[in-house]
């Protein structure tokens, strides 16, 4: 029997039925309450995840496997475009990464796009033009 099986679930794990406690993307196991997080850190997590945004968070836990894998982790996973405009047949270079500001302004246009994600020039100037209000894109650059 494996040591993370006997350590209960976090509350991500628990929302999407998947394992806790790995080591594969640090060396320690353990829980982390999610309001120890900034509410922009808490947001992406969500994001990453694919959970819907809870207001009450107050009593949430992350173990460090997911606060890895869905922090510093999840943008070293893609280096290609995301290509969420289907504007490009090959895989193209990603070169900007989505920023959580980004992220949010899209999905209320109804474009699957998270932060971390990469986008190409082309898409990101697709992006540039989806915006309302000419508001400058926030994305950095690798």
């Not at 070293?76 to 405009?85: G, H, S, W, Y």
């Not at 898409?123 to 690798?142: G, L, M, T």
Request: proline letters at 1%.
């Amino acid at each position: 029997m494996d040591f993370y099986t006997t350590l209960s679930q976090c509350d991500f794990g628990e929302t999407i039925g998947d394992e806790c406690h790995k080591l594969s993307y640090t060396r320690k196991q353990g829980m982390e309450n999610l309001s120890d997080y900034s509410e922009d850190v808490q947001e992406t997590f969500f994001m990453r995840a694919r959970i819907a945004y809870q207001q009450d968070k107050t009593n949430m836990t992350i173990c460090m496997h997911r606060s890895k894998m869905y922090g510093n982790m999840f943008e070293r996973k893609f280096n290609k475009c995301c290509n969420i405009f289907n504007s490009h047949k090959a895989k193209a270079k990603g070169s900007h990464i989505t920023t959580l500001h980004l992220a949010k302004q899209l999905s209320q246009k109804e474009i699957d796009v998270i932060p971390g994600w990469q986008l190409c020039k082309n898409c990101f100037h697709k992006a540039r033009k989806e915006q309302k209000n000419d508001e400058p894109v926030e994305c950095r650059s690798r």
